[in-house]
């Protein structure tokens, strides 16, 4: 059994987070957690105050792999910011899709939500790629708007809401691509 002192936060956390992904956050207790850690339960408490602690850094986690999933594809698409900005909202359901019981826990719990400093940096850059493309004025309800059109469709998607068939892929594209033309419109 490894020593408490060689488990960091940031590996706790990690794990934790498979562990949701894996078999849901009810499942999830730090017993079991420790158990996966090779370490026992006491020793987690160094680290965290309990479960709500604990969770509340998983949806940190999930917000930073989000925003830096976003990043990436973000740099690698067309110079645009049309483009650019589509293709940010492409990772962010993909994202999403490939993690979805974390995903949803992020934006689900309201007992466990990150500290909002932390949030707040994470969201300014994507607020200063939205303003590229709607103007700095405008650019936090813009950014809002997005988030929230986007997030809809995922937790739509997430939850099996789209049962009448069609592209998902395409509708998604045209829904984000409606929505930055408007945005065009309004500051035009």
Known sequence: MPYPAQVTPERIVEQA???????????????????????????????????????RAVNLLTNERLVSAMHTAGDAAAHDAHDRLLTMMRAYRVFAHTRPAAYMLAYGDTTAQPDPDALLALALPLQAAVAAWSGEAGSLTALRGLWALVHGYVALELTHNFQRGGDLDATFD???HVYLAGLKMLTE
């Open 174 to 176: 045209q829904i984000v």
């Open 17 to 55: 987070a498979d562990m949701i992904e894996a078999e849901g956050v009810d499942a999830l207790s730090l017993g079991r957690l420790a158990n996966a850690l090779g370490i026992k339960a006491p020793s987690l408490y160094r680290y965290f105050d309990g479960k709500t602690a604990l969770l």
